[in-house]
């Protein structure tokens, strides 16, 4: 699962454990969906451009779900390259064969389908789906993903009068296929064009609110790399929730949103009845990327005139000391009626420390990106697909280091080995002068700290960057057991598709 936390320069900390949850209930709900993925021309800065639309929409359609539902959703793919969904946020706990990244999935054929099925088991929460390939985010695919709480469950705030998802991400005018051609030229890419809102740079997406009411906006940022900063002129916003947890309510006036990230604030019309700016702007460039959405009272007397309210400082301790300012609210429920509970780190005993740094440099002539001096290169069979059919030669266990060497960097198969049910801590170090995002996929994780400077076991934190991880600064955590259980894995699918060695194999 995702669940990025602040991403800055300075030292980062996580961990990780494997969940056992109990079985799918039958009874629970299914929702069906079914979509067409297609190319299509888009707009969203003044230009026309190829968009990867969803049932002709982009963004793609939201899904909306309750605790518990099952998700089945067939996917058509009317591309003319193979296609792959990651579903974010939703924790694939013991499906991982549903997870939709590369090294578990095959990515859906051109002119075929695939049917994904999920279930946002004892989930809440705001997260969003997007293409996790051949650099297909840059075009579309992506969308909002909300979980409500069940009818009986009591969620910590009242019913706001509406509940919205709001899409922002940096964005280029180039489509995707060009911009995969700069980089697998060995190029480094521009710097984006530009800043979107669902979807459009133009200003012109309008929410329309009514005196005295109160709101959920759900805001992810689904950029490529882009931290970016979030606010509404003259008004306050009540912060709710993060990825799926109720959160200690605190009041903000703007909110610093990085790449994978996704936050739930209320927000009360509580001013005078007129239209007012809501901004969104780049962090800590040195160019600054803008664009604006209306907040509109329905009983407005006056239209949006002068600036945008401007960003804040581009002091990273302010953005640093807010990230660290948000708290779980123990005493609220989550999923379940009973509260979300507390979760004493301190006292789990640790299998193993593992310290990733992120670092670019050139290989083979080629501008390439790696992690702890291994720079990923994929393999032709996804991995969990090689193991489940025991294709040996695919991928090498403890090809790549659990700290960085300072030896120069190579091109791998990178794949780290991880016992079932050890309890792992990972520390993300970040030697550069950029913001780093993580994205950590199918596990459920918990920020335990962060700081600036070099990390030390004495002071015992996250963010993602699409250019980086097409160009190699990935791996991946094969976690093993032999024992082939339903209760810590389901199996391989009937629908699964195969691909490279794995053709013809079944189960
Ligand atoms: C998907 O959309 C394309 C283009 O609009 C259309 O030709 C095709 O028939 C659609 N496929 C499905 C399964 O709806
Ligand atoms: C493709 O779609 C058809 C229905 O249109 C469905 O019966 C089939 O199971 C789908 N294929 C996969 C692999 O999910
Ligand atoms: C935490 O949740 C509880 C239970 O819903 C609520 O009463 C309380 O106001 C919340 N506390 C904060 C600080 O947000
Ligand atoms: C973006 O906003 C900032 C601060 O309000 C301003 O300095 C900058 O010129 C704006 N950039 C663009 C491209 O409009
Ligand atoms: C941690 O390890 C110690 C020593 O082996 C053991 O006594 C303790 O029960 C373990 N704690 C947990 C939570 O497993
Ligand atoms: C893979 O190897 C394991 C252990 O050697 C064996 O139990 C399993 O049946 C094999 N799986 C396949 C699909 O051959
Ligand atoms: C920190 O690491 C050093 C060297 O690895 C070790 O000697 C020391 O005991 C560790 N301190 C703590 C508090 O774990």
Known sequence: MQKLNEGFTGLRYLCIFLCIVSTVNAEDPYRFFTWNVTYGDIYPLGVRQQGILINGQFPGPEIYSVTNDNLIINVFNNLPEPFLISWAGIQQRRNSYQDGVYGTNCPIPAGQNFTYKLQVKDQIGSFFYFPSIGFQKAAGGFGAIKILSRPLIPVPFPDPADDHSILIGDWY???????????????????????????????????????????????????????????????????????????????????????????????????????????????????????????????????????????????ITWSLNQARSIRTNLTASGPRPNPQGSYHYGQINISRTIKLTGSASIINRKQRYSVNGVSFIPADTPLKLAD?????????????????????????????????????????????????????????????????????????????????????????????????????????PQNALLCGQAVGKRS
Not at 300 to 308: I, L, M
Not at 412 to 424: E, K, L, N
Not at 428 to 456: A, C, P, T
């Open 388 to 492: 489940y059919f025991n294709i040996s030669g695919v991928f090498k266990v403890g090809s790549i280091p659990d700290e960085p060497t300072g030896a120069a960097p190579y091109l791998d198969t990178s794949v780290m080995g991880a016992d079932f049910r050890d309890f792992i801590e990972i520390i993300f170090e970040n030697r550069e002068n950029i913001i780093q995002s993580w994205h950590l996929d199918g596990y459920n994780f918990f920020v335990v700290g962060m700081d600036s400077g070099r990390w030390s076991n004495t002071s015992r934190n996250e963010n993602e960057f699409l250019v980086r991880q097409y160009l190699g600064e990935q791996f991946y955590l094969r976690v093993y057991s032999p024992v082939m259980s339903p209760r810590d894995e389901y199996p391989l």
């Open 173 to 315: 005018k180039s489509d995707h296929t060009r911009l995969r051609r700069i980089m697998d030229l060995g190029w480094r890419l521009p710097f984006p064009d530009g800043v979107l809102i669902n979807g459009r740079g133009d200003g012109g997406v309008a929410y329309n609110v009514e005196q005295g009411k109160t709101y959920r906006l759900r805001i992810s940022n689904v950029g490529l790399q882009n931290s970016l900063n979030f606010r509404i002129a003259g008004h306050t916003m009540t912060l709710v929730e993060v990825e799926g947890t109720h959160t200690v309510q605190t009041s903000l006036s703007s909110l610093d949103i990085h790449v994978g990230q996704s936050y739930s604030v209320l927000v009360t019309a509580d001013q005078p009845p007129q239209d007012y700016y809501i901004a969104v702007s780049s962090r800590f460039t040195s160019q600054v990327l803008n664009t604006t959405a209306i907040l509109r009272y329905t009983n407005s007397g006056k239209a949006v005139s002068g600036p945008p309210p401007p960003p804040p400082t581009t002091d």
